[in-house]
């Protein structure tokens, strides 16, 4: 595996590459089990296989955790190499953006970016879709491999390819969970001992809430059970939605399939979480 970190040195060496497939991994690094399965996907699928590890500004708020996200550049050099990543990308903030950052230009997905996670955090898609946008354009893959962990995300990003007509194969791999449950995410090293406790209950309230959905619960009443529940267990919760894995949108009588999603802080840390279920109907 070889690291680079400028712009131009990592085009020049995927000029030869290109005969096969190239597949891209865009991280922020701390990686974790759940990260390294993304990279394995892409290993099956492509001759080339690029990571990168960027901690994006961008996408971070006012009061947001930027300066405190963990950076373990070493420890996630050395897993990434036992994989089989070809090319480890590094650039600093200065080689994505070399301007001022308010003069920065942007991609915005409109109105799927400003709902669900976007609502809470204003600017926050609009600051991965130009990352993930610019780093396409850099890397210029076949493929990318994304979580569905961030569904929300996922779904923007394949907006976004498909709006500009970008001919990039957006992969989703399903989320990688602890043995409770919880979510992987480099953020749980935030939670105090008795916080991680607590945060399956997130993933436990998503199994019972599917159930009940595909029963005939209405979506209403089992968004407003959920988060009655979490915050009577010491969440604070951001939002529970159920929608239509097609739109994103509330269901419908045409939905067949629905998406689960929450995102609570507990403590200090913001967790997010997702079940994909059956739908039949409006709930």
């Known amino acids: 595996m070889i690291r680079l970190h400028n712009i131009h040195t990592l085009r020049d060496e995927l000029v030869p590459r290109r005969k096969g497939h190239i597949a891209f991994v865009p991280t922020m690094g701390n990686l974790h089990a759940g990260h390294l399965a993304l990279a394995k996907e892409a290993r099956k699928r492509a001759e080339t296989v690029v990571v990168s590890i960027f901690v994006n500004p961008l996408q971070f708020g006012v009061n947001e955790d930027l300066d405190q996200y963990p950076r373990t550049l070493t420890d996630d050099q050395t897993a990434l190499q036992k994989l089989g990543v070809d090319i480890l990308f590094t650039p600093s903030v200065s080689d994505m953006y070399p301007r001022d950052m308010a003069g920065q230009t942007r991609i915005e997905v409109p109105e799927l970016g ?26 210029q893959p076949d493929i990318a491999v994304f979580g569905k962990k ?3 995300q996922l779904f923007i990003i394949r907006r976004m390819v498909e709006d500009l007509a970008w001919p990039i194969d957006i992969i989703g791999v399903e989320t990688m969970r602890e043995t409770d449950g919880l979510a992987m995410s480099s953020r749980n090293q935030y939670l105090s001992t ?3 406790q607590t945060a399956p209950l997130i993933y436990q309230l998503l199994q019972t809430g599917a159930e009940r959905l595909t029963k005939g619960e209405s979506a209403q009443s089992l968004c407003a059970d959920i988060t009655h529940t979490l915050n009577q267990s010491g969440f ?15 269901l419908n009588h045409a939905t067949k399939q629905a998406v689960m999603m929450v995102a609570a802080h507990l403590g200090k840390t913001r967790l997010i979480d997702n079940l994909e279920t059956d739908a039949i109907g409006n709930r």
Do not use: W
């Open 114 to 139: 400003n709902q669900y996670c976007g609502a809470s955090r204003p600017g926050h898609f609009a600051g991965v879709t130009t990352i993930v946008g610019k780093l396409f354009n850099i890397v």
């Open 150 to 152: 961030d569904y929300q």
């Open 194 to 196: 008795q916080e991680r």
């Open 236 to 250: 604070v919760t951001d939002y529970v939605a159920v929608a239509d894995t097609e739109t994103l949108l509330p």
